[in-house]
């Protein structure tokens, strides 16, 4: 079935530094993906949609100038967390729906679990 | 009010046991509605959909009421391997097919021998 991969899955860095969190999908095309956040105990939030072609989709709150979105391909997302703190440290996710015409079913990657120091 | 609403348990049950499930949502708009599950620092897996008319996949049921925004997730004869936290999902009407899902926090289950 259709795979969508996360690179990487758990990263540890300085507080300031940037961090790039690809997403791909492995054997089907996504020219929308969803980049989720899930701290501890909580329930997965939505960040921003990601479009091939076109920018990013933010949700309110969201800092599109500190979580960089890049819809390179119709394979491949990257979430760049900019200058991280240690309040970014959390699970991030991507999905990918399933199909052009419907986003009932999503393919979620495996998250990346980012710790800022 | 949250959009998503779930009774965070945990559920702690013994092996065989019925148990139940239930999620409110606040969207009367919504158009899809799923159960996921979760294990512990993993990525949510699609567990079913859930239908007005109801379905069952096996020993689990989902039942859907648009008229009382409730959504309920119904598991017999539990097995350990059913320990995990069950995510309420909704997706919104946007007038297209392209849009989000809307994840509640979670309904934790652990099942004991």
């Known amino acids: 079935g259709a795979v969508v991969s996360q690179h990487p899955s758990r990263v540890i860095c300085k507080s300031g530094t940037s961090v790039k969190i690809e997403c791909r999908s492995l054997?089907?095309?996504?020219?929308?993906m969803f980049w989720y956040r899930q701290f501890p105990k909580q329930s997965l939030m939505l960040m921003a949609t990601?479009?091939?072609?076109?920018?990013?989709?933010?949700e309110q709150g969201v800092e599109k100038d500190k979580f960089l979105i890049n819809h390179a391909s119709l394979t491949l997302s990257t979430l760049t967390v900019t200058s991280a703190h240690p309040e970014d440290s959390s699970f991030y996710i991507c999905?990918?729906?399933?199909?052009?015409?419907?986003?009932?079913?999503?393919?979620f990657g495996p998250g990346t679990r980012l710790t800022v120091l | 009010r949250k959009e998503v609403e779930q009774d965070p348990g945990p559920f702690n049950v013994p092996e065989g046991a019925t148990v139940a499930f239930n999620c409110t949502y606040s969207?009367?708009?919504?158009?899809?509605f799923f159960w996921y599950r979760q294990d512990c620092r993993k990525e949510p897996k699609l567990l079913m959909s859930?239908?007005?008319s109801g379905n069952e996949d096996g020993r689990f049921t989902a039942q859907l009421n648009r008229a009382s925004q409730y959504i309920s997730l119904l598991i017999r004869d539990s097995k350990l391997s059913d320990s995990a936290t069950y995510l309420c999902?909704?997706?919104?009407?946007?007038?297209?097919?392209?849009?989000?899902?809307?994840f509640g926090k979670g309904t934790k289950l652990s099942v004991k021998p």
């Open positions: 969207n009367s708009a919504s158009q899809s």
């Open positions: 999905s990918a729906p399933a199909s052009f015409t419907s986003t009932d079913t999503q393919y």
């Open positions: 990601s479009n091939e072609g076109s920018k990013a989709t933010y």
């Open positions: 999902v909704v997706k919104p009407w946007y007038g297209g097919s392209q849009g989000n899902l809307i």
């Open positions: 859930v239908y007005s």
């Open positions: 054997d089907f095309q996504a020219t929308t």
